[in-house]
């Protein structure tokens, strides 16, 4: 019927509005730099064509309870800048890391999408990225999300930027 048509037609519509692949990243992101952009590229191609890459930022306070000082950017000042980054299609806010779990739950609520968290390579074994983001370690196997680190150029960081700016004054 003329009725059951349309409710076919409407569902393919909505099935095909949703991404196919939900790609994650998280970080503090100050000083933005090579490193990371060549880091969301990663992100943007293996999210292909219909899929979704969300950017984290750490809070304000809750980099400086991780790393003992604020820092140099404001929490909105990173994210217009995050915002602006033509691979990266959501940014959102993480304040703790008592929200990490609930943050990665959201971002990755399509039920059929493949789902991929990245990271820089200073991330992998054996260092403990799930300890890292106060999950359990069967958190990321249980819900079906692989963990994918990317090769990163040592040289960049914000730091370092933040050091060679200290010393050049
Ligand atoms: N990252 C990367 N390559 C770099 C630097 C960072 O792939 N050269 C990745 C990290 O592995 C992480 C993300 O970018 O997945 C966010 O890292 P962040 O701590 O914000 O950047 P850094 O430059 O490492 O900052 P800091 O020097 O303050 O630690």
Avoid at 3 to 32: A, H, N
Avoid at 65 to 76: E, H, L, R, S, V
Avoid at 95 to 113: L, W
Avoid at 139 to 154: E, H, Q
Wanted: net charge negative; charged share 25%; aromatic share 12%.
């Amino acid at each position: 019927s003329f009725l059951l048509r349309f409710w076919e037609l409407l569902r393919g519509l909505l099935v095909m509005s949703k991404p196919d692949r939900v790609v994650l990243t998280m970080g503090t992101f100050d000083i933005l730099h090579s490193g990371h952009i060549f880091l969301f590229e990663q992100c943007r191609k293996i999210a292909g064509p219909n899929g979704e890459v969300t950017v984290t930022a750490n809070s304000d306070e809750f980099v400086k309870k991780y790393k003992g000082q604020y820092p140099a950017q404001n929490i909105d000042d990173r994210l217009a800048v995050l915002q602006s980054i033509k691979h990266i299609d959501y940014v959102e806010t993480l304040t703790s890391q008592e929200d990490t779990e609930s943050m990665i739950n959201y971002v990755f609520d399509y039920p059929t999408a493949d789902r991929f968290m990245v990271i820089g390579s200073d991330w992998a074994p054996p260092k403990d990225y799930p300890k890292q983001l106060g999950v359990d370690e069967g958190f990321f196997v249980r819900n079906g999300i692989s963990l994918l680190y990317i090769p990163r150029t040592d040289e960049h960081s914000s730091t370092n930027i933040k050091n060679r700016v200290r010393n050049s004054v």
